[in-house]
């Protein structure tokens, strides 16, 4: 079982940058589909951005495409999310999420998630001016 702790949240401008980190502990994330999901005060939890466990690949919300890129070092046990030009309709709470299996992908070019296995506590972004 993989233990799963986010870190980098915080308070931002509009325009600026924050890189999340997703640390996992008890097992190695090789073997997990790593995603980041994000829920907003009064609003359902939703699913941003995923890593592939078995090629790398990586999927995109459209409302952070081109913007957030999701990068995984396995050498550390360690998952990031960089996030670039913030806008204040990315305040939330973002997890981090691991499975084994897919987690999220594209289907007919539009990207979809799933719900993960296991997930952390979560880190609070806020961007405001």
């Known amino acids: 079982q993989v233990q799963l702790v986010e870190s980098g949240g915080g308070s931002v401008q509009p325009g600026g940058s924050l890189r999340l980190s997703c640390a996992a502990s008890?097992?190695?994330?090789?073997?997990?589909?790593i995603g980041w999901f994000r829920q907003a005060p009064g609003k359902e939890r939703e699913g941003v951005s995923c890593?592939?466990?078995?090629?790398?690949?990586?999927y995109y919300s459209n409302s952070v495409k081109g913007r957030f890129t999701i990068s995984r070092d396995n050498a550390n046990n360690t998952v990031y999310l960089q996030m670039n030009s913030l806008k204040p309709e990315d305040t939330a709470v973002y997890y981090c999420?691991?499975?084994?299996?897919?987690?999220?992908?594209?289907?007919?070019?539009?990207?979809?998630?799933?719900?993960?296995?296991?997930w952390g506590q979560g880190t609070q972004v806020t961007v405001s001016s």
């Open positions: 999420a691991a499975k084994q299996s897919r987690i999220c992908g594209y289907l007919s070019g539009s990207f979809y998630y799933l719900r993960g296995d296991y």
């Open positions: 008890g097992s190695n994330l090789d073997y997990y589909n």
């Open positions: 890593i592939s466990s078995s090629n790398g690949d990586t």
